[in-house]
């Protein structure tokens, strides 16, 4: 796909509601030139309105999450899934907890909040509601303790309408467990609901007293010990369980980091959702604090925030006039009473009942859909570049990439390239020689080179990969890795941007480099439609030299590391994918092949290749080729990952399987092997893969447990016979 040069960077920050709504209406009208970056600890973000729903078992888990993962792929933006920890807005950059740091032009924060835990036993004994993903795998702990009978009490500490929903749908999927479950609701006040129609409030009440649900008022809890709870009436009470629900705080970092904040730590914001210290950071949702018309912390104002939100973040961009954002004074409330039957307030009516239920439930269903049923978008790439994005200083340059220089004209300028190197690897690295030293001793060299386009959009992520990748190669050979010289080309776009990427891509590599023991000697940059790298591997043999040609009848094959990268980045591309099976694919190719490598060396095998770009067998017909061997594969006891097998079942390929596969059409292998989705995935080129090794016959017996965790047995060679298949299966 053809892309516009990027000139400035917009990240958000969380995956709130207000940031979904944002994403999904900027990937349908995208503006050319800007790079959105989201940043997320979650995968998979909840969607509040139907968390009762969710505990009391009236959905899944599926239909009350937006996958944040699929719909940045979708979007076609850049998805990090990180904790931000901390924010200069000075240098324009975001700290988080586990990749460098990240810089920006713009930025919005929608991080929600969690209870307030300011009591003391809090942090320690009670399980708050949020984050809700937390929470939700507590919820699992809980439910098998009823149905294990261990559970006697449950207590919710809060008093408002998260509290009483949460109880309620407690209470309604565990009478179905254990009937005998002791429910407590603690509240400071001297009722709940407060600001309640009386008819809603009347009707939880009676809710309450169905499911038996005993109320605790003005009981303003002091300290919390292991299973009690210390009120400050001197009343102590004993619950197995203790979830907290009360008044919401904001996470500790944006106040640390000097952003003007409330007295609870929420971010200040002006009516256009701008920091009131700083308009190029926004905040929207539960995090921001509207100092002009302060709201209770509500679901509803984050999802009317998002199109002013959407507009304004491009209006800044573009110097163009912001809009202001006016919470409205009341709105629909609809509280879920466990069952199925609701009841709600607006105005001055309530009301209540089983289609009030319906009512809600058609509302957040209709919420949901719109990130789970993405509607194809057109390609962005021919879009015109707003000129007003473009600094200054580079307006007068050649801004068409098809028009730019080539040869040495298309190389990165040697100031970027100098203030890159040495903000990633630290300063005095840039050192402009023609040539490197690769040793200064007598020792046998071997060279391998590897080159591939970025498989991820995040830069960091893929200089990891990139060098995992590479360096397979020589532990498979059972070769040290000793240096590496990169050729790197990076999309067109302002130097700053440029500049950014290039940082970003060199502190992955670095990183990764320096996890391996490995030297990174020098390069070339060049300008190219899209993010690659070639890479050339330098390695010294100081062990016995693994070969593809060494295999020998009798030996077992084995195999490191699950099938199924290709399929899985195939569907990624696609927005065919759920972010789980999609960082499980990036997770296993950030695992380098070095303790792999020092398993088999100490087994004191000798035949060894990696899985990469040819598949499993194509891999596997090199070494039996080399040998004059052939190999039984037991279909069965081939790992792999999670999903793969669905995806293939649903017709989705990699681009290089079709060739994979040419090179097998003539082996007529049974129908009930080739009719089942992890006989494709023998042809599923690997990115980053594992090694396949054969292990003698007199080794194979003495290999212990441990060695038995890093590799699974796929099958044995045996020997080659004219009239058979070189690799046979069963």
């Not at 002013?308 to 800044?316: D, E, G, K, P, Q």
């Not at 954002?325 to 409330?333: A, C, G, M, R």
């Not at 028009?403 to 005095?428: D, P, V, Y």
């Not at 594969?633 to 097998?645: N, R, Y």
Request: with cysteine.
């Amino acid at each position: 796909m053809k892309s516009a040069p990027v000139f400035k960077d917009l990240v958000l920050v969380g995956g709130g509601h207000s940031h979904a709504l944002v994403l999904r209406k900027w990937a349908m009208m995208p503006l050319a030139g800007v790079r959105i970056t989201l940043i997320s600890p979650q995968i998979m973000t909840p969607y509040s309105g139907m968390l009762p729903g969710l505990i009391a078992g009236h959905y899944s888990f599926e239909q009350t999450h937006i996958d944040l993962d699929k719909l940045a792929l979708w979007a076609n933006i850049r998805f990090i899934p990180d904790k931000v920890i901390g924010i200069d807005s000075n240098n324009k950059t975001l700290q988080l907890s586990k990749q460098p740091d990240i810089e920006y032009d713009v930025v919005s924060i929608d991080i929600g909040s969690t209870p307030s835990k300011n009591v003391a036993g809090a942090e320690r004994f009670t399980t708050p509601i949020k984050p809700i993903d937390q929470f939700y795998q507590r919820w699992s702990d809980i439910q098998n303790k009823a149905r294990q009978h261990q559970l006697k009490s449950i207590a919710v500490v809060g008093g408002g309408a998260g509290s009483v929903e949460v109880i309620l749908s407690i209470a309604y999927k565990l009478r179905q467990l254990a009937p005998d479950i002791k429910y407590h609701l603690l509240t400071a006040a001297d009722t709940i609901l407060p600001g309640y129609h009386r008819i809603v409030r009347h009707r939880v009440l009676r809710q309450m007293e169905t499911y038996k649900i005993h109320l605790h008022y003005q009981a303003r809890v002091n300290q919390v010990h292991q299973g009690q709870i210390e009120c400050q009436n001197n009343q102590r009470l004993q619950c197995d369980e203790i979830i907290w629900c009360t008044q919401a705080s904001a996470p500790s970092w944006p106040r640390d980091s000097g952003l003007d904040c409330n007295e609870s730590g929420f971010i200040k914001v002006k009516s256009t959702l701008q920091t009131v210290t700083d308009r190029h950071i926004f905040a929207a949702g539960d995090i921001a604090h509207m100092i002009d018309n302060p709201r209770p912390k509500a679901g509803v104002y984050a999802v009317r925030q998002a199109p002013v939100l959407f507009h304004n973040l491009r209006a800044l961009l573009l110097g163009e006039t912001l809009k202001p954002y006016t919470p409205q004074d009341d709105f629909l409330s609809l509280l879920a009473l466990g069952e199925k039957t609701a009841a709600g307030s607006k105005y001055f009516l309530g009301f209540y009942g089983d289609w009030v239920w319906k009512w809600k439930d058609a509302i957040d269903r209709k919420f949901m859909q719109q990130f789970h049923q993405l509607p194809e978008i057109a390609a962005s790439g021919d879009m015109p570049l707003d000129s007003r994005l473009i600094d200054d200083s580079e307006q007068n340059e050649q801004h068409n990439p098809e028009k730019r220089c080539h040869g040495c004209g298309g190389k990165i300028g040697s100031s970027l390239l100098q203030q890159a190197l040495e903000e990633a690897l630290g300063s005095g690295c840039y050192q402009p020689e023609d040539a490197v030293q690769i040793t200064a001793d007598k020792q046998i060299i071997y060279q391998s080179v590897d080159a591939i386009k970025a498989p991820v959009q995040d830069p960091w992520l893929f200089g990891r990969i990139m060098v995992n990748h590479a360096l397979s190669d020589l532990y498979a050979s059972n070769i040290r890795p000793d240096s590496v010289q990169l050729l790197i080309s990076l999309p067109y776009a302002g130097r700053t941007i440029q500049q950014r990427e290039l940082k970003y891509l060199l502190q992955g590599i670095s990183y990764q480099l320096n996890q391996l023991k490995c030297r990174l000697l020098g390069g070339h940059t060049s300008e190219a439609a899209e993010l690659s790298a070639g890479i050339v591997v330098n390695g010294i043999a100081k062990r016995t030299v693994f070969r593809k040609n060494s295999l020998n009848p009798g030996d077992k094959l084995v195999l490191s590391k699950p099938l199924g990268i290709g399929v899985i980045l195939a569907a990624a591309m696609q927005a065919k994918c759920s972010g789980q099976v999609h960082w499980q694919a990036i997770e296993l190719m950030l695992q380098a092949n070095d303790t792999a490598n020092e398993y088999l060396n100490q087994a004191g095998i000798t035949a060894c290749t990696d899985v990469t770009g040819f598949g499993l067998l194509g891999h596997l017909l090199e070494m039996c080729q080399a040998s004059h061997c052939s190999a039984l594969l037991h279909l069965d006891a081939i790992p792999v990952l999670p999903g793969a097998e669905e995806l293939v079942t649903a017709g989705i390929k990699s681009s290089l399987y079709s060739q994979n596969r040419a090179l097998f059409e003539l082996i007529q292998w049974p129908e009930t092997i080739r009719n089942t989705p992890r006989f494709e995935l023998l042809f599923d080129p690997q990115t980053s893969g594992g090694l396949l090794a054969a292990i003698p016959a007199t080794i194979y017996p003495k290999l212990d447990d441990e060695f038995h965790m890093h590799f699974q047995t796929i099958g044995e060679i045996t020997a080659a016979e004219l009239s058979s298949p070189e690799i046979q299966m069963r």
